[in-house]
């Protein structure tokens, strides 16, 4: 089942049709997917409804260097700086790269604009799996997340990863929550189209199989000495690069797609 964040309250899509889901905090609860269960079927919405980003108090954090696709990309634009090794090292180490991205108020959801920094040349998006994880840690679903990302700023020097990562516009997650509490398949795939125009920019498309950690891994590591009274959402990097000549430009349009949750849209203001 999905689970939609809209202006009138939460709503539920299952092959029976759509349902209201009453109630606040839903995406706290350790048995979210039995609790959304007991309405299937119950009070039906009718019409059409606008998905907003679908989270409520939850802090989103994200994990860098997870893919082989990444690594090589974050060691070729910082190794004039130095810190190309940063980031080889991160890959083969035990301990996952984990940093904050977002409250809330910054991010935004489906066909809702994302930004690029003004004191940026080179920027990306960073289409991710994303996990909508309980107070206690518990996986409870997964959603879409892009991860805007000011390569240029991190490449000068690593220790700028918060201002190439945390600005205003630079979350977007949704369409919404696929709540259940079988994992994802490895063969689950996430595809990105960027669109300038009436032409495709960039495309690129990568699978869970290509991930070098598991989901389980990144959510104790974050959940190790770091408490979450309302959950979190995490991102779990991306195996999906544009080449280095590409940049973002203002009124792209970005499509991300994962089979079984639906596609995240959003445009660069």
């Given at each position: 089942m999905i689970l939609y964040r809209t202006a009138s309250g939460w709503i539920v899509s299952t092959n029976k049709g759509l349902f209201h889901a009453p109630g606040a905090s839903l995406t706290t609860m350790e048995d979210l997917e039995s609790y959304l269960s007991s309405y299937v079927g119950g009070d039906p919405y009718d019409g059409n409804f606008t998905p907003l980003p679908p989270i409520e108090n939850q802090e989103v954090w994200a994990a860098g260097v997870t893919y082989s696709r990444s690594r090589t990309a974050r060691m070729d634009e910082s190794q004039s700086s130095g810190g190309g090794d940063f980031y080889d090292r991160v890959y083969t180490a035990e301990r996952p790269e984990l940093f904050f991205k977002a409250v809330p108020r910054r991010v935004v959801?489906?066909?809702?604009?994302?930004?690029?920094?003004?004191?940026?040349?080179?920027?990306?998006?960073?289409?991710?799996?994303?996990?909508?994880?309980?107070?206690?840690?518990?996986?409870?679903?997964?959603?879409?997340?892009?991860?805007?990302?000011?390569?240029?700023?991190?490449?000068?020097?690593?220790?700028?990863?918060?201002?190439?990562?945390?600005?205003?516009?630079?979350c977007a997650i949704g369409p919404g929550i696929l709540v259940t509490s079988e994992p994802l398949s490895p063969g689950t795939r996430i595809q990105i189209e960027i669109r300038r125009g009436a032409k495709t920019a960039f495309a690129g498309a990568t699978a869970l199989s290509e991930m070098k950690r598991d989901f389980r891994t990144l959510v104790d590591y974050l959940y190790r000495e770091t408490s979450f009274p309302d959950g979190c959402l995490l991102m779990t990097g991306t195996g999906v690069v544009p080449p280095d000549e590409f940049t973002l430009d203002h009124g792209d349009e970005i499509s991300i797609t994962v089979d079984g949750i639906g596609t995240l849209q959003n445009t660069v203001e």
């Open positions: 959801g489906p066909g809702q604009k994302v930004r690029i920094r003004a004191d940026a040349k080179w920027n990306v998006p960073e289409p991710e799996f994303t996990l909508l994880i309980s107070p206690r840690g518990k996986i409870l679903g997964y959603t879409i997340g892009n991860d805007m990302s000011s390569r240029d700023i991190e490449g000068e020097n690593p220790l700028y990863l918060p201002q190439a990562k945390v600005y205003d516009g630079s």
